[in-house]
């Protein structure tokens, strides 16, 4: 199956600072990228499609100002959390799907624990 | 609203059958999807339903009633390592996947 790479899997930061998350597609080109966070015990919530070189679409309730996505090429997509805080701390998860394609390939996830 | 509706928690034994049940209310039906996660892994690719009837994979059988807005996620021959969380989902009209809060499955020996 295809892979979607996730980078980095896990980082913990200072509250204030920036985070940035990396999802590739290794062996297609995504032309749409999911990007999800998951709190505890909890399932995946959206916060927004990104489609390659187009702004985002952002789920209700999502600043966008907060978290930045970049979809600059059809292999690469990235999530800034910007000013994070501790109540940001979530499992981040990015899938990606290729046009025509029925199936969104999930990244490892990263494990954001802002201190 | 929207709304995917599955147990929260389900207990079986090994080597024995275990069914998921998944029900649904979405503004449309594009596909319904089975992913099972790992507790701190992100989710993988069970399967995937369109039309009504039972598709087979292995030891994973998911079957879907549109009409009933109905699906279940069979897994036979249980092992340990089946151990995980198991979500539902749904694509509507407008081509978004509307998640269940999954359900978290516990193999006991």
């Known amino acids: 199956g295809a892979v979607v790479s996730q980078h980095p899997s896990w980082v913990i930061c200072k509250s204030g600072t920036s985070v940035k998350i990396e999802c590739r597609s290794l062996?297609?080109?995504?032309?749409?990228m999911f990007w999800y966070r998951q709190f505890p015990k909890q399932s995946l919530m959206l916060m927004a499609t990104?489609?390659?070189?187009?702004?985002?679409?952002?789920e209700q309730g999502v600043e966008k100002d907060k978290f930045l996505i970049n979809h600059a090429s059809l292999t690469l997509s990235t999530l800034t959390v910007t000013s994070a805080h501790p109540e940001d701390s979530s499992f981040y998860i990015c899938?990606?799907?290729?046009?025509?394609?029925?199936?969104?390939?999930f990244g490892q996830g990263t494990r954001l624990t802002v201190v | 609203g929207q709304n995917i509706d599955q147990p929260t928690e389900m207990t079986a034994t090994e080597g024995a059958i275990v069914q998921i049940n998944c029900t649904y209310q979405?503004?449309?039906?594009?596909?319904l999807f089975w992913y099972q996660q790992h507790a701190g892994e992100a989710p993988t690719f069970l399967s995937y339903?369109?039309l009504d009837g039972l598709e087979e994979k292995g030891r994973f059988s998911s079957f879907l009633s549109r009409s009933k807005g109905y699906s279940y996620l069979l897994l036979k021959e249980l092992q340990m390592k089946d151990s995980a969380s198991y979500l539902c989902?749904?694509?509507?009209?407008?081509?978004?996947?509307?998640w269940g809060a999954g359900t978290k499955l516990i193999i006991k020996p």
């Open positions: 899938s990606a799907r290729e046009a025509g394609e029925t199936e969104a390939f």
């Open positions: 062996d297609f080109q995504a032309t749409t």
């Open positions: 990104s489609n390659e070189g187009s702004k985002a679409t952002y």
């Open positions: 979405t503004s449309g039906f594009n596909g």
């Open positions: 339903n369109v």
């Open positions: 989902a749904v694509r509507d009209s407008n081509y978004q996947l509307i």
